[in-house]
């Protein structure tokens, strides 16, 4: 044994002192603080709510299909939906000018030849009545003069037959992007300020938490200000169902809506009009 090396009760002594010194050391040691369950919450909450509201902003820009090839319809119906918009197909064109002047689209697909009415008095009429939504033309004819004619009485870009489908949806993106740009990113209606871009809604200095379908249904209100909505509009623009007479779904949201908008503020928006539907005005 080396002499310089401790034994018998001194070497406890040694030993029974290192182990003090540990324990000492870990009871001085800040202890870990254990990471916040209600603030990773929180977050994942918000995190989702925003991914959960942009996903709702985006499966309401409608688009309406009017063509009467259906495998071509068929085709552009399944592949816009795939690319997560929403899209109506109607095969002829007095249904389709119906439908692009009752209901709100965000974009146009416009076939020129069309049973009962042609695609060009279709654009006519839509530039005739104020609907400014982008029109993508198609056609089957690929001569200069024909372009020509589609642009000037309204139509934002043209597209000739037999086309790409990626084609085809980066002009419609393009032209969204356009009407974007084109668009407020706020909507202010007496002191209710809607963020359209960040998806926030306030009246004045109160801001208004609503799930991505309420501010999805509080903004196709507020776009469309003064006009009343029918329950179907309303049931096809948000939630993209057909309407049934029996279902209370529209009433359930609004009567929802009103109490987070509405209820807690002296000045009533959000108005019922008997029989016909919904209206966001100043009264």
């Given amino acids: 044994m080396n002499a310089a090396e401790p034994c018998g ?4 002594l040694v030993r029974s002192q290192s182990w003090l010194r540990i324990t000492a050391s870990d ?21 989702d709510s925003a991914n959960l509201a942009s996903r709702a902003a985006r499966e309401t820009m409608r688009i309406l299909i009017i063509e009467d090839e259906k495998k071509t319809a068929a085709f552009l119906h399944k592949g ?5 918009f929403v899209a109506d197909v109607v095969e002829d064109g007095e249904e389709g000018l119906f439908k692009a002047l009752s209901l709100d689209y965000e974009l146009v697909i416009l076939d020129a030849m069309l049973p009962r009415r042609d695609g060009w008095s279709v654009l006519r009429e839509l530039r005739k009545h104020g609907r400014s939504m982008p029109v993508l033309f198609l056609t089957a004819r690929s001569a200069v003069t024909e372009r020509v004619k589609g642009l000037e009485l309204g139509a934002d870009d043209y597209l000739v037959k037999p086309y790409a489908f990626t084609e085809l949806l980066a002009r419609v993106r393009a032209l969204l992007r356009r009407r974007a740009e084109r668009q407020p990113d706020t909507i202010e209606i007496a002191d209710l300020r809607l963020d359209l871009v960040g998806l926030r809604a306030h009246r004045g200095a109160t801001r208004i938490d609503l799930a991505p379908k309420e501010f999805a249904l509080l903004s196709l209100l507020a776009r ?9 509009v309303i049931a096809e ?17 609004i009567r929802r809506l009103r109490r987070k908008v509405d209820d807690p503020f002296p000045q009533k928006l959000i108005h019922t009009v008997r029989g016909m539907g919904y209206v966001l005005e100043c009264r």
């Fill in 9 to 12: 009760l001194e070497a406890a």
């Fill in 27 to 47: 009871r001085c040691a800040p202890a870990r603080q254990p990471r916040s369950r209600l603030a990773r919450r929180e977050r994942l909450y918000c995190r």
């Fill in 80 to 84: 816009l939906r795939e690319a997560g």
């Fill in 224 to 232: 469309r200000q003064g006009e009343v909505l029918s329950r179907l």
């Fill in 237 to 253: 623009q948000v939630w993209d169902i057909h309407f049934e007479s029996d279902s209370n779904v529209v009433d359930v949201a």
